[in-house]
């Protein structure tokens, strides 16, 4: 693995290697009083980050300095971007710098694959290998995320292949739920989309998936079910009447919840809108997965840069 | 100054030699010796036809000269066998007044290497919100005959119908971009399969399909003439064929990357293919070939946009739409339309000439190859083949989408009222 | 994780001449008999008998194997189970990055940590000494034993590092291209020791 740039670069044996490294490295931790490993030592990774992000930026972090990497973070804000450098000087500077590895995330669909252009075409001048970790870029894909939301399907319903999940929401600007669909394929889950048609993006027919726009009907079927975000900003795009529908319609109420087989699991990206795609207590019941999904996030995390940065320069 | 070009096969067919002298052909024959000192073309095994016309290019002076210059871009043109093109008025300023049209005018008669014909912009500023002085630019001493806001839709319809009926009056041709940028609104790529995978927002076709079914019907009451920019959608062609069915004067043209490319080169998030219109699936690229064919869709015009490496070497959303053309187009159209047998030589010479220089009311070019017409010429070798590098273009950028791949068909040489104006690859 | 130091079958890429056998199976269970018995007499306390500030803890995978082999001896001989864990030494080895990434195993530690336990580490062959040295790094961070000793079932030389091995199933003096093939019924079908060559590869 030279990049992390899609799920799509993993086939179903190197997502799996990579779910069973980081259920080995939770377990090198566990009960641990110093959590912290030497295995990237003297490596650096440089967070870059374009976008406002906690979970996914402080999750690198951590995974970085849990295994020993110097780990810098770059934020769009108080950096040469915000004197309008390219987004190629600032990641050619940035490799240039040694950085081992670069997660980045961008609004701009692809911009992870760009650099990821940018730096190998660079490599062959400067001989500086740099990874690229794609920690979001536009609305196409979050890869990290989908597959921490693999190891809490993995841990908690005991394997993914033949399970149904039901991702819910606003699918057409959702990276989550792109990297999810494609993964989660790959390992054999079922997926179906549940939307209304004006949050499914034109060409989801080609996806492996299917697509419902009947939560209902979906749910007593289901072993999991990921609520995605809804942006704020889609409120005024005419995608839906209303957030008051959009609840009524698409939100997981209790009432709902409660039509979910008792095995399954409730998930959530996060960051939640309370009462309007998830109610409260269906967000802190006993079968919400969702602070699961965050400390998974973690070491999928660290899994991802121990595959990249732990063996030889490929 | 006289010309002659020996054994050159006129559309393709039986080889003749030709006599050009003061810019005009005065005699055709087999065995011509021409007066002392002549100079002298070799044609053989060569395709002479009338010098290509392109009625959308993108020269970028004034205002982006870091891109293209009208001198490069004139030079982009005589190596592509181009005798005249029409410029795009996006320019800084914009080409919407006496003053820089006739500058465009006189920059092209100074570099002398193809006619430059400047594009007036419709409304001011190309904001679509008040007419452009047309009449002024139409009369000026740049005879501007074709008017568009191009890069822009005229979306008012009652902008559009009025910049219709009075251009009516003035003999010239309203050319529309036709998308309705409600529906494009952060539009990166086409609506479909590709673009929902890749995260980039859509361009549904509709966009263009609903503008261009408007214009048809304002046009038709207009009685105008309304040529469409860079169709790019095969339901687009179904509009076109029921108005040209009943009587509207409406025109269309085809970019040579409409006719080849398809969104399955976005997967590399690579900005060169990024243009707009977007690249749309191979159905289209077939309808547009079939619809090229039959005279649906009229000509060919290259929508060249050069843009340098600070636009185009980006994260795809911040990368400027638009490909290098003039060098590429006839190898394009030989690759997709001669060597399948869509056109013989005869419809090259209807769809890069012939049909765009009646459409921007050229008198002297797209003329027929006979004696007393001028000499305006391409002679292109049709079994030439060669290697698209974008550092090698004559064009100030390099942003072709066609960087490494190996297309049929080179001009040779490109005369321009009987002098030479490129000769095997090199500007003369 | 042994297998690439041992260059097995598995992950050699040259010919292996036909093996040698060192053990049979026979040989394997007497061995690790005689192991367990002379890891009871060290350890056991003196005035007691008692093994319970004992615990095995294999490198895996055969070292591992091993440590439960181990453990049920001890178990059978003296009446006592002693605690048997696993720790995995690839996040601690010093070679990570000649190679592409390797996978990691299981790491199970027994509960309560290792404070004050004397730690028997185990492992299949010991060669240059560097998986036993990460190990004993990995082990740091699990506690602070009160002492760790090291039980091999061959140790075919080589060392690198001032590392030796308290309980020697069998010395075996090798050449640097031989590979020592241990076989675990558990995960190979059937119990063995054997030398072979490599030639032309880079096991």
Redesign the interface.
Known sequence: MKHLLSVTDLDAAEATALLDTADRLKQALLGREVRKLPTLRGRTVITMFYEDSTRTRVSFEIAGKWMSADTINVSARGSSVSKGESLRDTSLTLSSMGADCVVVRHPASGAAHRIAAWTDRDRAVTGIHTSIVNAGDGTHEHPTQALLDAATLRERLGGIAGRRVGIVGDVLHSRVARSNVFLLATLGAEVVLIAPPTLLPVGVEEWPCRVSAELDAELPALDAVMMLRVQAERMHGAFFPSSREYAIRYGLSPERAALLPDHAIVMHPGPMIRGMEIAPSVADAPSSAILGQVRNGVHVRMAVLYHLLAGASS | MSLVIRNARPYGEEPVDLLVEDGVITEIGAGLAGPEGAEVLDGAGQVLLPGFVDLHTHLREPGGEESETIATGSAAAALGGYTAVFAMPNTDPVADSEVVVEHVRRRGEEVGLVDVHPVGAVTVGLEGQKMAELGTMANSRAQVRMFSDDGRCVHDPVIMRRALEYASALDVVIAQHAEDHRLTVGAQAHEGVVASRLGLTGWPATAEETIVARDCALAREAGAALHICHVSSARTIDVLRLAKEQGVRVTAEVTPHHLLLTDARLTSYDPVNKVNPPLRTAADTEAMRTALAEGLIDVVATDHAPHAAQYKDTEWAAARPGMLGLQTALSVVVHTMVEPGLLDWRGVARVMSERPAEIGNLPDHGRPIAVGEPANLTLVDPDGVWTVRGENLASKASNTPYEGMRLPATVTATILRGRITARNGEVA | MTDDRRGGPADAAGQVTPARELLSAADVTRTIARMAHQIIERVADRETGSLAHAVLIGIPTRGTILARRLGAAIAEFSGTEVPVGSI?AT??RDD??????????????P?G?LDDLLVVLVDDVLMSGRTVRAAL??LS??GRPRAVQLAVLVDRGHRELPIRADYVGKNVPTARDEQILVKFTEIDGVDGVALARTTGGTG
């Open positions: 995995d996040l601690y990570l990055r000649r190679g592409p990434a390797r996978a990691l195993a299981v790491t199970d530690v509960e940590g790094d990995a961070e699990h």
